[in-house]
């Protein structure tokens, strides 16, 4: 099909081409991609009623799904005699929830689903796919054990037994968890390929536990588990001033196998006086500082049966149960990714041998060696050299970072941390026997397992460097929990930081499951009054809570999440929350004024050294707090909206009025100036549509002068920084957001890039245009806030837009606004749907334009220099013009 519009006196070319091939054969339709809670096939539901999601495909455009059933069984051969059936007459495909007979705990269930379209099309039945139900209290006989008491050694200790399985195994699942870190093996072998389990929550309130299907490491006769723990969050230091036992001094296990015979018998081993302990070749480790390793003291062959004990193992110690609850497992592990060849080996000018790896990374080196008995081999981890090419540690404040690696003599060995991780482009070598070999150096980075998601590129190298930027800073920060950097003596759960960077994390990666387990925390470690904590887990002093910006996390993200995943039960989940944190700002504001209180204000906002025209960028603390107030209460009322929560919607239109009215008194012009001439003022003045209509024009205006006046620089901080882009965009000033992004000098996205950077840096000015560094204490060279510019770059250069209404992306626009001298661009989003993708290019004058939009989801297509606008529903779909 192909359109000739006449638009004004312009000849437009309107190609609306349709790739599939239509009613030549018949309709190919199916459901694939199935998930429970948004995991595939997850071992640890904890939900009564949880929540079912696919994908469907289908080979003719405008599909809609008209009906979904689905079948649940508690065998691989599911039948329409032997399965609970659930299905309506719906087009929800995501997040559908259980609601026939409870489910029992510690049970696999089967699932598959079928569905009918809007062409009278049915599906066959998916593919079976299964999801376990977690264990209930009631469930949970085994024993938390440690070793001898007090667990003061920094040694790692080993906890092994062995059993005898004498029938044939049907299935073995292994239920697990620690206080502390743990690293399980069955029979000689790892368990799983997880790093830093259970992970870290706010285990005071629950811990979570790990399963694995261990069927195929068991045999029939003699069998060994071996776990060894680790100090971690739980023990080990973490947060400020040296802080150590913060959860609890004594590191524990807790361990359930439940294996079924072929015929019908059950046999559980559990964590019980029948272990032994003893310690091995780990001497410490610790989340900042790294690892030490001889391994002159492993003890070969303890996770295997028949392994001789020698006197060094005791008796466990038997611990009382404590109050946190046992949770199951609902984000991704964290798991090995991406791997990186040492690039070159540095001899620095004060003599150190350095290699380069090429990428700043959190993960570790994993290290061949052979040598001497005794030998012992140190890797120091750095994100950057100094000016002169000598290895820089300084910013890491009390960090070690450091594995030292000591030789037992026999054959080439490889080593690896067990329960550390660095943050690191360079690592210097100290020991090292012999030739240094740089195959003998491997980089590997480690994070949760969020599923990569979103590609963006575009025709200006520097913009996709940025890119990479921003995807690195995020692989390297998200590591079970969202933290501000991953190097110094920090790695915390940054409320704020998480907020500012959430939208752009989900372009990049399904962080869905990711963020509904750290907003358990949130809830978890709120404060009685409802106070939320500058961290999340909360590690630091009383007091460390309550700031703009950073504690609206706790109504930001759930928010983020329900209109990004369609998730309703997140919603749900975290209303209280999300009221109690809008209730304390209430209880501490006077008039309606919130201006009390600590708060860390626009952080990190632009300082000139010296500027003669008195400009500057600092805005007022209590005038930002007024704003975040403002936001946090229109998505509580959001929020209650949707969950129709009738007297709350009454309630928070009156407060957000009032919150609006107060803002304006106290820091507005009756002419619109505001108090603070700063951008981070005008931004979120209009990003959170604080003062009236008539007004905003002219603010967004002198934004726009402000900026100017900067020679088109920003000058914001954590705060103004996600919107600023977005502001400019929504008030006509695409131009200027453009000249933001393009911009390479400081303070710029680009002016790092220019000067090397292979992650987003904590400062805009982390190494300066002269080479020197920026002050040592607070210079992280892996920090995700200010590659909040992710977002707006996939919706706006790319054209990427959720519609609110229909959340999920049921429902897109796709409006790319090409500029900034780009001559295309290209981005994919795997949606909850399906693949989204909008790529452009301009040729020759002709503005070309790709679309794929996915099953059961519709499209409105807004062109660049173009007033039509196209609906359309799935499909691929080709748009092309003359663009003047
Ligand atoms: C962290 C931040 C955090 C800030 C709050 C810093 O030390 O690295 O990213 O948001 O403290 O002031």
Redesign the pocket.
Known sequence: MSVLTQIGNKLLLLIFSVIFTQNTFAQQLSVNNLTVEHQTNPLSVDNPVPRFSWKINSSVQNTLQTSYEIRIGTTPSINDNNAIKIGKNSPQSVLIAYNDKPLISKTKYYWQVKIKDNHGNTSPWSAVQYFQTGLLPADWTAKWISMVNPDTSLKSPLMRKEFNLDKKIKSAMIYVTAKGLYEANINGKRIGNEYLSPGWTSYKNHLQYQVYDVTASLKNGQNAIGVVLGDGWYKGRIGFENQKNFYGDTRALLLQLEIEYINGERKVIISDESWKSSTGAILASSIYDGETYDARREKPGWTNAGFKENNTWKPVRILEKGTEKLIGMSGPAVVKHEEFKALKIIKTPKGETVIDFGQNLVGWVILKAKGPAGTKITLSHAEVLDKEGNFYTTNLRSAKQQNHYILKGANEQTFEPHFSFQGFRYVKVDGYPGLLNLANFTAVAIYSDIKSTGKFTTSNPLINQLQHNIEWGQKGNFVDVPT??PQRD?R?G?T??AQAFAKTAAFNMDVSGFFSKWLKDVKADQLPNGSVP?VVPNVLNAGSNGSAG?ADAATIIPWDMYVLYGDRGILETQYESMKNWVTYISSVSKNDLWNSGFH?GD?LFYRPEDDNDGRAAVTDKYMIAQTFYAHSVQLLLNVATVLDKKDDVRLYKALLERIKTAYLKEYMTPNGKLVSNTQTAYVLALQFDMLPENLRQQAAERLVQNVKSYGNHLTTG?LGTPYLCHVLSRFGFENVAYDLLMQEKYPSWLYPVKMGATTIW?RWDGIKPDGSFQTPN?N?YN?Y?YGAIGDWMYINIAGINVVTEQPGYKATIIAPKPGGGLTSATATLETSYGLLKSSWIIENGIFKLDVVIPANTTATILLPKNDKKEKVGSGNYHFEYKYL
């Open positions: 501000d950097c920090e915390l940054w704020g930081d500058f950073w860390f952080w954590f904590e607070m992280s920090h806030a």
